[in-house]
């Protein structure tokens, strides 16, 4: 099916698709295949449909089929205003490389770890920061990725229901107080994970 990006969180891992059919599809980074999506490019994608406990359909094997305005501009500044610009273009950006915001190179970021977790990621050639690494301390700890689907899901999961109200914002509030020295015995006790998983389970799977 063919659709577009409404947005994309990529700090977060994951966004959302409007089909054609004027349905909002939810995926996560996993099922992107192309690199530095943007708003509004067209894709192709396949739908999978909601089942009763999940709250949207989602979409998998994202390709791009045509760049958004903001693509196509940086290409231009690279190639010129030619008819195989957006040929070009979006050979270019199937590839593992990404671009700079700073200086406009074409990258791989280079990983900055802290307290034995991910920081961020910078550009190799200026410097700049590429990405932050939203943390979700016990959620990794239990899957071991902070990219596991499972864990895009509980990013979900925090953005789009506790940070609407007054006592989840409290919730997040402390949980990124205390949940860094809890992960870290949640590491060593693989009894609290085994408490843990099927509850974490279960959110991941409505928000995913």
């Known amino acids: 099916m063919l659709g577009n990006i409404v947005f994309f969180l990529k700090d977060e891992g994951y966004g959302f698709i409007l089909g054609k059919n004027k349905i909002r599809y939810y995926f996560n980074i996993h099922n992107i ?56 273009y979006i050979d270019l950006i199937k590839n593992t490389k990404v671009q700079c915001t700073k200086c406009g190179r074409y990258m791989i970021p280079y990983i900055i770890y802290r ?32 990219l596991a689907n499972e864990v895009i899901a509980l990013r979900r999961f925090r953005n789009e229901f506790l940070s609407t109200f007054f006592i989840g914002r409290i919730f997040i509030k402390l949980y990124y107080h205390y949940s860094p020295n809890l992960a870290k015995k949640i590491k060593n006790y693989k009894i609290l994970q085994a408490i843990l998983k099927p509850i974490l389970n279960l959110v991941a799977y409505i928000y995913s």
């Open 33 to 88: 295949y192309y690199s530095s999506p943007k708003e509004n490019d067209e894709v192709l994608f396949t739908p999978k449909p909601r089942t009763s406990l999940k709250l949207s359909p989602t979409a998998e094997n994202i390709h791009l089929v045509k760049p958004s305005n903001k693509h196509l501009s940086a290409s231009q500044k690279l190639y010129g205003n030619t008819k195989k610009t957006q040929e070009k």
């Open 115 to 146: 307290n034995d977790g991910l920081k961020r990621s910078i550009c190799p050639f200026c410097g700049k920061t590429y990405k932050y690494f939203s943390p979700c301390f016990i959620a990794t700890a239990v899957y071991k990725d902070h």
